[in-house]
């Protein structure tokens, strides 16, 4: 799969993945080209064409990450998958010949505006201030509902003991996003996480984590083992640990189904972990990297926070929200293991 087609893949309604093609069409203000275009594009939705308008610069991290460069683009999606794409300044005539090639449905226009989970919050004189809203994250519009109150045992309860937080600090601001603990030996305990987080990163940078003990919060510095942003979007850190949290053990075997219920956990823009109970909408329902969508779209600084079953046990990675259509989408964890694999390290999570 191109890396177009996997940007699609974060953002496009399911119900249009599922129909006909869906029109894409990329820009920036500051591209005169676009800006030529934008009658174009507003008169072609008069006509009922369903074009998703993506500005980058609002969207940099998804536009860097995966190579969309040349400005106006316009991109035909269909399945999940790229069929066609047109490249520069054109005219409407030719635009909407364009269109007509590939048939894409006529419906009432709607824009989505795709997002990561990261939590971003800029320095003022110095010092960082955390914003309720940020560049690459909108409002919580997570439909399931927090619990607040769960059994000390449950499968959920124990996924929001082994989640961690973690802190990102660069020239711009800091970024947080999530963790979880899934191996711990010789006090030290192995994160896992998503692999954006870290983009552009040295390896041997220290990272902030947060852990959650039962006696109180503990800062440590973490480092990075191994950290994949562009195929697989997983990372494994490894950081000072004390004990008294049980790690979560990955299932690689189960076969899971649209319905099931899950719990998922996270640090809401940056906050302490909080917990949610959710259910799987699909399996699989987009090419690339096996894939779990969840009821529920996860806010900034859930990214990297895991999804368990009713087992308890690590089923997936958050590493996008689609906001249109209030779903999580999670990264398999089966790819864990293949990180572990590379390390040399996979019998420590082996059945």
């Not at 599922?18 to 591209?31: D, R």
């Not at 220290?206 to 191994?226: A, M, N, T, W």
């Not at 049980?246 to 189960?254: E, F, Q, V, W, Y």
């Amino acid at each position: 799969m191109s890396t177009y087609a996997f940007l699609i893949w974060l953002f496009l309604s399911p119900a249009d993945a599922a129909n006909g093609p869906v029109v894409v069409h990329f820009t920036a203000p500051w591209c005169a080209s676009c800006q030529k275009m934008k009658p174009t594009i507003k008169s072609l939705r008069t006509l009922g064409y369903d074009i998703r308008t993506v500005d980058v610069t609002k969207n940099e991290a998804l536009a860097k990450r995966y190579g969309v460069e040349e400005l106006p683009a316009t991109v035909i999606v269909h399945h999940g998958k790229i069929k066609d794409r047109t490249l520069g300044l054109i005219s409407r005539k030719d635009l909407e010949i364009f269109l007509r090639k590939h048939h894409p449905e006529k419906s009432p226009p709607r824009i989505v505006e795709p997002v990561t989970t990261i939590s971003r919050a800029a320095f003022v004189d110095g010092n960082f201030q955390k914003a309720t809203q940020s560049r690459w994250i909108s409002v919580n519009r997570a439909g399931a509902p927090s619990l607040t109150q769960v059994l000390p045992n449950s499968p959920g309860r124990q996924l929001l003991k082994a989640t961690v937080r973690i802190e990102l600090r660069d020239d711009s601001g800091v970024s947080f996003g999530s963790g979880t603990i899934i191996h711990a030996q010789n006090n030290r305990a192995l994160i896992a996480t998503c692999g954006h987080l870290f983009r552009g990163m040295p390896m041997t940078q220290p990272i902030s984590v947060d852990v959650f003990y039962p006696q109180g919060e503990k800062r440590v510095q973490g480092r990075i083992l191994i950290s994949d942003a562009d195929k697989y979007d997983v990372a494994l850190m490894i950081i000072p640990y004390q004990g008294e949290i049980t790690p979560i053990a990955l299932d690689l075997d189960t076969q899971l189904a649209p319905g099931q219920r899950v719990f998922t956990a996270g640090c809401n823009h940056g906050n302490k972990p909080t917990l949610q109970r959710s259910q799987v909408n699909s399996i699989n329902r987009y090419d690339g990297p096996e894939n779990i969508q969840t009821q529920g779209a996860p806010v900034g600084g859930r990214s990297g926070g895991g999804l368990v079953n009713q087992d308890g046990k690590l089923i997936g990675i958050c590493n996008a929200a689609d906001l249109e259509d209030d779903e999580g989408f999670y990264v398999s964890a089966k790819y864990i293991q293949l990180m572990m694999q590379r390390l040399g390290i996979a019998d420590l999570v082996a059945p």
